[in-house]
């Protein structure tokens, strides 16, 4: 931006362009966690994979898919939600 300084010139030029992308990387980040998060219930953490792994040692089928839907309804949600944010943040760019 021609007579803008460094500031400004990230605050209205950057910032606003690069948004979309920055978020998208933070959406990738949650969805992994979310999936690792389970996975601490292998080590003694009470997570949203302990009813998984309570199924997986018991042979309880119906608590492992109860704790495989609840794990995935968190990711879903949360990349819904980022994906609404992205899109909110692209339409504000233009």
């Known amino acids: 931006g021609m007579g803008m300084s460094r ?3 990230l605050r209205k030029v950057e910032l606003p362009l690069a948004a979309p992308v920055i978020l998208a990387g933070v959406r990738t ?3 992994i966690n979310i999936g690792t998060a389970t ?9 949203l994979g302990t009813p998984i792994i309570i199924g997986l040692s ?3 089928t119906a608590y492992v898919i109860q704790g495989a839907l609840l794990v995935a309804l968190a990711a879903i949600i949360a990349d819904r939600l980022f994906e609404r944010l992205v899109q909110a943040l692209s339409q504000h760019a233009k």
């Open 39 to 47: 996975i601490a219930s292998t080590v003694g953490a009470s997570t």
């Open 7 to 9: 500031g400004q010139r």
């Open 58 to 60: 018991g042979f309880n």
């Open 29 to 31: 980040s949650v969805i």
